[in-house]
């Protein structure tokens, strides 16, 4: 009995491991999550990371995914706006949400804003390693509403990992997913 106790408990070890280095070394597809073309109603651009993620929502926006951005996050909200707007967003066309300073946050303040505008779709712009829990994040809070994720792959080539420090943010991520999904219960499968 022991011994097949022994067994198990090592089978499931040696399988975390082989995974966990799984994760570590190809972390992208189970980190991003891209919806692929789609049309919504508003753009949510996440803050955080630096340039990418309002370029990443100016090109949806100029591609007609949605007639709307609303930028969310404390802090560079407005550094996102003169961003979008340099890049032929009109400024009339941007809403902030300048209260959020983590992704639950971002969902919960986001969402209520939303809500009161009554808006069924809504794409997601963020980092490829975030969008996983992002998405994740505003389904848990907004299940009425249909969410999209069209990340931004900014440095998403191996190479570029270590020069832009992404390397400990995807680490990092791994820890928020588990810490999300324990905390708050949003669950990334």
Not at 107 to 134: C, G, M, N
Not at 160 to 188: A, M, Q, T
Request: glycine share 8%.
């Amino acid at each position: 009995m022991k011994k097949t106790i022994r067994r198990i408990a090592l089978g499931f070890f040696l399988s975390s491991l082989l995974l966990a280095l799984v994760l570590l070394f190809f972390p992208q597809p189970f980190l991003t999550v891209d919806s692929g073309p789609v049309a919504g109603d508003v753009i949510v651009v996440l803050g955080g990371g630096s340039h990418e993620r309002p370029e990443r929502a100016a090109e949806l926006f100029k591609e007609h995914a949605a007639p709307r951005i609303i930028i969310s996050g404390a802090g560079d909200g407005e550094i996102s706006r003169r961003l979008l707007v340099a890049a032929g967003v009109p400024a009339r066309a941007i809403e902030l949400e300048s209260r959020s300073k983590t992704t639950r946050e971002n969902a919960q303040f986001t969402i209520q804003l939303l809500r009161e505008q009554k808006i069924k779709r809504v794409i997601l712009v963020t980092s490829w390693y975030h969008s996983r829990r992002a998405l994740d994040c505003f389904r848990h809070y907004g299940p009425e509403i249909q969410f999209y994720s069209r990340p931004s792959y900014f440095a998403s080539n191996r190479a570029d990992w270590s020069h832009n420090r992404i390397g400990n943010r995807i680490r990092l991520e791994f820890v928020k997913l588990l810490g999300y999904w324990i905390r708050y219960g949003v669950c990334p499968f």
